[in-house]
């Protein structure tokens, strides 16, 4: 594999301080911009509604990665998935993505609600939702994806 170096370009302020696996969607978060990064970087991001925020799953252990397959959750009732198929956090890079609502901007912070990372997370990205990169048609998924989903938001 290839090896890439990445850094935070900000971290995750958030009251929620422990990893949970539901209720995300009331959860208001605040994206602190690292020092050395002007304020200038986020000029005009307040004109959208959404972003897209790539972070770090920096708490998971190296021994928890998957790199088969596995029930969702460790259900059994849902099937064997591989962990691309998945969105769990033990995953081989460690990367989450999330659409976030953007609430507001205050210089060097952002506020944004449904962010599914804990505290002191690192980001590792931010880019604005454009209608235009979402899918044209529709989104199709499994019955189990979507019961395992009811609680998160």
Do not use: C
């Amino acid at each position: 594999m290839t090896k890439i170096s990445l850094q935070a370009i900000a971290h995750v302020r958030s009251t929620r301080k422990v990893i949970k696996d539901d209720e995300w969607g009331g959860v208001e978060s605040e994206i602190v911009l690292v020092d050395d990064l002007s304020s200038d970087t986020l000029e005009g991001i307040e004109s959208f509604s959404h972003l897209e925020v790539i972070f770090y799953f920096d708490k998971v252990e190296d021994q928890k990665i998957v790199m088969g397959s596995a029930h969702p959750r460790g259900n059994r009732d849902y099937p064997k998935m591989g962990i691309f198929a998945q969105r769990k956090k033990s995953r081989p890079n460690k990367l989450g993505l999330t659409v976030v609502k953007l609430l507001k901007r205050v210089d060097n912070t952002i506020t944004v609600q449904g962010l599914d990372a804990i505290d002191g997370t690192p980001v590792l990205d931010i880019k604005p939702v454009m209608k235009e990169f979402l899918p044209r048609e529709e989104i199709r998924q499994p019955d189990w994806a979507g019961d395992l989903m009811k609680n998160y938001w």
